[in-house]
Every structure is written in structure tokens, then in C-alpha cells.
């Protein structure tokens, strides 16, 4: 069983349009980043959200943190194919420091 | 180089062999992780090193699977006798800042496929 569930496994979309990726937990998160990776590579850090209920956007990217720490959700607006990639959840429980869990990843498809 | 560096990229091996898996930290990062990565799927928690220290191994899924950091710099994962449930992407990454809310840095991988 995931500590982080993300939803939905995978995701197609056409070019323009716009998607959201959930990640959710009955766990409470000191702080929750969201990682993308592509083939062959290590994940890469987009973002970390620390205070519940905080929205940080990046470009056309914007994440939201729960007011209770336990869920975020990214949501990209107008979606291109360099978008495309494995998104990932992870976080460090309150209960359980240094260990930083991943969710299982959304695998997100964007065609031109 | 700059980044975190892993070997061997690519190791294929025979049931219950053993192999060591090594990562080469950015230099002056205390904190480093190894996680495991089937084909598709998210990232398993392996181990989590602060400094020389292993605070946490409880992600190691059994008694065959060992890690040591040494210098507070490179660590090596070691499996031993190899099963064909072992093979996947060992992923290896560190973090710089103190905080747990740090940027992670990965490697890219070592592929370990076991015939």
C-alpha cells in the first residue's frame, strides 16, 4: 500500500488542453514536493510546498498544498508536448523524518 | 563532474550472484537515498543516509539487500544472491540542505537485470 496515491495512473491528452494530477495521503506531510522525470533520467524537482492551503504557480504549472497537509494536486493549463513525462508525489510524514516517500507517479501524454 | 554519478549504468547478472551498485554523492551533500524503480512505476524507498549514518533502513526489502556510506560520501548497495524479483532502476540521490524540504539530486540509474 502507497503512503502517497496518486491519481490518475496515466493521462493523454491533445496539445492545449489542460490536466490535473492528484496526490493524497491520510497522512500528514511537513512539506510535499512534486518531481517530473523522463525516460532514462532521474527525477527532476519542480516544486516544494510547505504551508497547507499554498499555491505556488510555475509558468503555466500551478500546485496547490491542502489546508491540512495531507493532498496537493498539480494542474498545467494549455499543455504542450514537452510536458509530457512520469510526475511524481513525495513527501516526509511529520512522523518520520528524513524519509521522503514517493507516490507510484502519473504518466502524462501530451500529442501535438 | 557536478552531478550525482552512478555505476555501473547497465549490469546484467545471473541469479544469485552478488552485485554492488555504487553512487558518487555531489561533493559536500550529507544526506543520500537510495530507491528502487520498476519498469512505469513510482520510486520504492530504499535507505536514507545523514552523513555516515543510516537513520532509517526499514525500506531495504529483505536481508539480502545491505548499504554503507563511507566519508559521508560514496555509498555502495549490495545485494546478494541475486533474484530475478531484484531487477530494476536503483536510483541514487542527494540533498544538500539540512531541511527534509531540500531539493533532492538523482543519478540516473543503475539498470540491474537479473537472468
Known amino acids: 500500500t502507497q503512503l502517497l496515491e496518486q491519481s490518475p495512473q496515466f493521462l493523454s491528452i491533445q496539445e492545449g488542453e489542460n490536466l490535473t494530477v492528484y496526490c493524497n495521503s491520510s497522512s500528514v506531510f511537513s512539506s510535499l514536493q512534486w518531481y517530473r522525470q523522463e525516460p532514462g533520467e532521474g527525477p527532476v524537482l519542480l516544486v516544494t510546498v510547505v504551508t497547507g492551503g499554498e499555491v505556488k504557480k510555475l509558468k503555466r504549472l500551478t500546485f496547490q498544498f491542502g489546508d491540512a497537509r495531507k493532498d496537493s494536486s498539480l494542474h498545467i493549463t494549455a499543455a504542450q508536448p514537452g510536458d509530457t513525462g512520469l510526475y511524481l508525489c513525495a513527501g516526509v510524514p511529520t512522523d518520520s523524518w528524513g524519509k521522503l516517500q514517493f507516490g507510484a507517479g502519473t504518466q502524462v501524454v501530451v500529442t501535438p | 563532474g557536478a552531478g550525482v554519478s552512478q555505476s555501473p549504468s547497465n549490469k546484467v547478472t545471473e541469479k544469485g550472484k552478488d552485485v554492488e551498485l555504487r553512487c558518487d554523492p555531489i561533493?559536500?551533500?550529507?544526506?543520500l537515498y537510495w530507491y528502487r524503480q520498476s519498469l512505469g512505476q513510482g520510486l520504492e524507498f530504499l535507505i536514507y543516509?545523514?552523513?555516515?549514518?543510516?537513520?532509517?533502513k526499514s525500506g531495504l526489502p529483505s536481508d539480502r539487500f545491505s548499504a554503507e556510506r563511507t566519508g559521508g560520501s560514496v555509498s555502495t548497495l549490495t545485494i546478494q544472491r541475486t533474484q530475478q524479483e531484484d531487477s530494476a532502476v536503483y536510483l541514487c540521490a542527494s540533498r544538500g540542505s539540512p531541511h527534509t524540504t531540500g531539493e533532492l539530486f538523482f543519478g540516473e540509474g543503475s539498470r540491474l537485470t537479473v537472468l
Open positions: 543516509f545523514q552523513g555516515n549514518s543510516a537513520p532509517d
Open positions: 561533493s559536500g551533500h550529507t544526506a
